[in-house]
């Protein structure tokens, strides 16, 4: 699922270091759209002009990210399917399969072989982390309301920026440090008049936080060579089958015979069956969304209507599962969100400066 984010899951970011929140259930990075923009291999908008195909593709992203939130939600909360290691194997090889045959028989972008022994263990470093970040992400959710969930997860940028400072000595401008201080003000905030407020769920949604951030730092050093650099659909080809590997025993030895498990449960009630199919599809439809909405507009544009985004799906939870919200907590997301506005604009102005 999946970084879920994180329900991971936030987002699918960039692999610079200047990523913003966005909660991408799988957290895989967007590659920048210039050496795709003119790809013949996508050709959906033949049917229809630009401007409505960039509108459908980004409808699509919110729903899909929305839609993979609400039902994580709904199945570890409310249907009482309590196995948040298993749902993100579940996620990674639906994702493994669907990428698969998205590169090789639908060709949406060409295939990317792994050119080294160490570039395969830098590819299962980060699907290490990402592991990590999907499962406190997903697991959250069991204690902790979606709104509140995405509140947490738009402070990224301020997880990003304190991994890029220790890893690798980059320093940033006072104006972007200044932007992250709301960032952080603002959970402060809504952690403090949240009703429904569970402090291991928190502690693990910052743990998730973290770890899709410390992701796009790590990747940014890792894959950084021309010869290393995968396509983000490439890279999860690649990413997924190991997340699921890794995955396997801890689902194993925490979770018990969770497959024989969910086999019984599918017996009794088949719509299981859906929920999970349709779950790990959509948490796909996630990364594939992501990759179309950065190739028909920029990564730009992609993280601010990331930054949307974790307002709309906040609203969607509270007007679908009804949790409660008061005043405080509502103005403590709006000032992390503006916060993470901020801090967009600050590092667009760094750039300027320092080019």
């Given amino acids: 699922m999946v970084e879920a984010q994180t329900w991971t899951t ?9 990523t913003t929140a966005n909660d991408q259930v799988l957290d895989i990075p967007a590659t920048p759209p210039g050496d795709v923009r003119n790809n013949n291999a996508y050709t959906g908008g033949s049917y229809f002009s630009p401007t409505v195909t960039t509108a459908l593709i980004i409808a699509s992203w919110y729903l899909s990210n929305i839609g993979v939130l609400l039902l994580n939600k709904y199945l570890l909360s409310f249907y009482g399917y309590r196995y948040p290691i298993f749902l993100t194997m579940l996620h990674m090889i639906a994702c493994a399969a669907y990428s698969y045959a998205s590169i090789n028989f639908l060709e949406i972008v060409p295939l990317q072989h792994i050119h080294s022994k160490r570039q395969f263990f830098k590819i299962l470093a980060l699907s290490a ?13 069991r204690y902790l309301p979606v709104s509140f969930n995405q509140a947490i997860g738009a402070t990224t940028p301020f997880f990003t920026a304190v991994f890029a400072f220790i890893i690798t000595c980059k320093k940033e401008t006072a104006e972007v440090y200044l932007a992250l201080l709301p960032v952080v003000f603002g959970i402060v905030i809504a952690s403090n008049s949240e009703p429904l407020f569970h402090l291991f769920g928190f502690l693990i949604c910052v743990g998730s936080t973290a770890g899709r951030a410390l992701k796009s730092v790590v990747q940014g050093i890792l894959l950084t060579s021309e010869a290393e650099k995968l396509h983000s659909m490439n890279l999860l080809l690649y990413m997924a089958p190991m997340a699921a590997l890794i995955l396997l025993p801890f689902t194993l030895y925490i979770e018990g015979n969770v497959a024989a498990v969910t086999v019984e449960k599918a017996r009794g009630d088949r719509f299981i069956v859906f929920l999970l199919i349709g779950n790990a599809t959509v948490a796909y439809l996630v990364n594939l969304t992501n990759f179309l909405v950065t190739k028909h507009t920029s990564a730009l544009t992609l993280q601010v209507l990331g930054n949307a985004k974790a307002a709309v799906a906040a609203v969607v939870s509270v007007l679908i599962f009804k949790n409660p919200v008061n005043v405080m907590g509502i103005t403590g997301f709006a000032v992390t969100i503006m916060g993470v506005v901020l801090y967009s604009e600050a590092k667009k102005r760094s750039k300027v400066t320092t080019h």
Avoid: E, K, W, Y
């Fill in 10 to 18: 936030r987002r699918m970011s960039n692999p610079r270091l200047d």
């Fill in 129 to 141: 982390i990402f592991c990590f970040s999907v499962v406190c992400g997903n697991t959250s959710l």
